[in-house]
T-cell receptor
Framework: KQEVTQIPAALSVPEGENLVLNCSFTDSAIYNLQWFRQDPGKGLTSLLLIQSSQREQTSGRLNASLDKSSGRSTLYIAASQPGDSATYLCAVHMDSNYQLIWGAGTKLIIKP | GAVVSQHPSWVICKSGTSVKIECRSLDFQATTMFWYRQFPKQSLMLMATSNEGSKATYEQGVEKDKFLINHASLTLSTLTVTSAHPEDSSFYIC?????????FGPGTRLTVT
């Protein structure tokens, strides 16, 4: 059974720092992996989608990497800003079906 | 922790028919529910937001007459795809929110033949 874990559960850093959020999964036979952002009181925003054949995806200050063999993905945020404060979730699509398996999220606070 | 279920997890229907997807919050009351769709190899897209007892708010470009959303109770929301066509084939995810946190369902794969 696939399990997705995100560590840490919460993170607070000063503005301007580069930071890394971690996501691990127990079954490497994934179809793809996605990173999402959730702002308080709002829905999901999809940030980056990495196919199982890819190793990384970049969008602006965000870079997501995928290492299937080790069951890990990281979300790198460069030059963090207070507006980056949100909960970040990773989720995987499994190869054998299309259900999403969600991590519990990392709550990120960027201090001005 | 709180759990959101979706039923069915996978459905195949013929073009022109309607299909209903259920979203349930199993151990909490959901004041708001969200419906998302995702096409293969694309990111999730918010379709609509619904509050219990009121009409859903649809995102731009989403046909409200085609995607009927009913949030009849604090634990159940349904999405009905009416007169489905092959281009409606997609992965539909619901999300339920209580007063503090949003929880996500496992998704429903719809295939229209």
């Amino acid at each position: 059974k696939q399990e997705v874990t995100q560590i840490p559960a919460a993170l607070s850093v000063p503005e301007g720092e580069n930071l890394v959020l971690n996501c691990s999964f127990t079954d490497s036979a994934i179809y793809n992996l996605q990173w999402f952002r959730q702002d308080p009181g709002k829905g999901l925003t999809s940030l980056l989608l990495i196919q199982s054949s890819q190793r990384e995806q970049t969008s602006g200050r965000l870079n997501a990497s995928l290492d299937k063999s080790s069951g890990r993905s990281t979300l790198y945020i460069a030059a963090s800003q207070p507006g980056d404060s949100a909960t970040y979730l990773c989720a995987v699509h499994m190869d054998s079906n299309y259900q999403l398996i969600w991590g519990a999220g990392t709550k990120l606070i960027i201090k001005p | 922790g709180a759990v959101v279920s979706q039923h069915p997890s996978w459905v195949i229907c013929k073009s022109g028919t309607s299909v209903k997807i259920e979203c349930r919050s199993l151990d909490f009351q959901a004041t708001t529910m969200f419906w998302y769709r995702q096409f293969p190899k694309q990111s999730l897209m918010l379709m609509a937001t619904s509050n219990e007892g009121s009409k859903a708010t649809y995102e731009q470009g989403v046909e409200k007459d085609k995607f009927l959303i009913n949030h009849a109770s604090l634990t159940l929301s349904t999405l009905t795809v009416t007169s489905a066509h092959p281009e409606d084939s997609s992965f539909y995810i619901c999300s339920a929110r209580d007063s503090f946190t949003q929880y996500f369902g496992p998704g429903t794969r719809l295939t229209v033949t």
